[in-house]
């Protein structure tokens, strides 16, 4: 019996012995392997596919220098977290290129040789906490003679973090950028200081412009240019309100020479309009490119924009329909482009129609869904709910960003436009044309394929829209809370040749809107309008009837009130109440709707996760327990 009670312990204690072994083991080896699991719908913490794509062209070994203060007490915990998250990141980079990526880590203590080494690389310190020291979270990206750095890594564009390391790599790897001219009558540059002279304020760049200049030689062209320069592979152009002859033809022969084109324009650019000093009157606040647009089958109406119940947006005055909040629903998900944005913010935008020429390809990037129709852009800029009362939709989804590809024909088959008819260039004399005709040596047709993408928006580019600018330690954040600016940079990447980083950048702004709460308010909207154009009717047969009788009386009655016309405004009254109460119980009955749907959201969220666990709780003791009772 003690025999037995010995070979139990020792086999127990021999048992827990192995169990340790094999549970300090597994640790380790899942330490090493680091791996993890995304279960975000976006996969927002796996390497994209536009990464993969840079890291696979990789024939040079880069070493990446990660600056971290280690030190418990001067690092915040939240960036200590937040450096894990970079460190965990950058070793999947590592993973991904097979080892042509390396990985340094610093501890930059004050006055240490990893400090200087920082300073060298371009790497910030910031000040966390009065008195105390500095505190790293940097990189700096090396590759031969190249170097490019992250001075300090933004908790708070967490999301944006992979699109910065891979633009950084993508910039060590080409460090000859592609040269990009910026055309705009708008202060898209900022305004200079010594404008504060003449009682104007300096501004900065837009964001947009800061960006660009990261990843291209910007050259700023004004709208008297009559020549592109030959450098220039990608011209934007935003906002071209009242374009020259000559200006639109050395556009056009831009594009004949094989240049790319992105053209923004508007038929209500609403903060070029708000710029506009009301008592001396102003320009017009819309744009076109007439003349290239009717080479090339565009058809842009410059009073009309596009009103989308869909896509309204709420403001504090009530729905704007005409401010178009896009989600991936009026996306062209099969273009690399346009597939990985699902949020934008376009105010008044318009809309291209028409079939493009012969030689020509039109893509469709975005269009609003069947449910919006066009509206007149100076209704559309009029505060109130004008639009929403009086909303039909059309059933036609209307394009708002387009592409075009294939060989493009000159929009100036008699040549350069003389400065004398800039604005009309059909005028002259048969003998003149004949004269610049024969002198002429202007391209006639692009000399190979080449593309040009339109958006019927330029608002949608300026900062109060496309960006969220903070200071954070003394430094500008940028944050994106939409995907305006992804899509044009993105557009600009496509046509100067890289567009592996749009399906980096794209995936920073990505969110889930609650589509089925946007169709139950679009539904009640329609219910509300139905009810409104009823009692709007009533009210219009009332006053007629009203003065029918006023009309029968008698002089000496007219300022009386027959009890006829008495009984018709008493019936309107009734009407008006009963009206009224319903529309205040749809209300009702949308806002319980919606709390419903949330709260049982919330709940599904709350409560999924633990049933799931313990109903396979139970399963496995059930399963085990039958096992059990069969031995």
Known sequence: MKKNNFESLLYSVGGVALLFVAIVAFNFIAGRAKIRADLTAEKAYTLSDGTRAILSKLDTEIIVRFYVTRDEKEAPPALKVYARRVEDLLEEYREVSKGKIKIERYDPKPDSDAEDSANLDGVEGQMVRPGGDKVYLGLSINMLN?????????????????????????????????????????????????????????????????????????????????KIDDDIKVLVLIHPKEITALTEYAIDQFIMRGGKLIAFVDPLCYFDQQGQNPMMGGGPSSSTLDRLFA??????????????????????EGDALAVLNFTEEGANKDDALSGQIDSLLLPFAGTFQGAPKDGLKKTVLFSSTKNSQLVDAFLASMPGDSIAKDFQSSGTEYPIAIRLTGKFKTAFPEGKPNASDAHDHEDGEDEEKEKKQASDNSLKESKEETAVILVADADFLQDPVAARVQNFLGQRMVML????????????????GDSNLIAVRSRATMNRP?????????????????RLKELQASLDETQRKLNELQQSKSKEQRFIMSPEQQAELENFRKKEVATSKELKELKKSLRREVESLQTRLKWINILAMPIIVAFSGIILAVVKRKRTAAK
Do not use: C, H
């Open 481 to 496: 809370p939409n995907g305006n600016l992804p899509f044009a940079q993105g557009a600009a990447e496509q046509l100067s």
């Open 514 to 530: 609650f589509t089925l709460v946007r169709k139950m308010e679009s539904e009640a909207q329609e219910k509300f309008r139905t």
């Open 295 to 316: 080479a090339w089958g565009v058809e842009f109406d410059t009073t009309k924009v596009v009103a989308d119940m869909n896509f309204k947006t709420p403001l504090q």
């Open 146 to 226: 190249e170097k490019v750095a992250i001075p300090f890594l933004i908790p708070d564009r967490e999301r944006l973090l992979e699109y910065d390391i891979s633009r950084a790599i993508s910039q060590v790897m080409n460090p000859e950028r592609p040269t990009l001219g910026v055309m705009t009558p708008l202060q898209a540059f900022g305004q200079p200081q010594a404008m504060s002279r003449f009682g104007q304020q300096p501004a900065d760049p837009w964001v947009l412009v800061s960006e660009l200049q990261r990843d291209f030689n910007v050259k700023q062209l004004y709208m008297t240019t009559d």
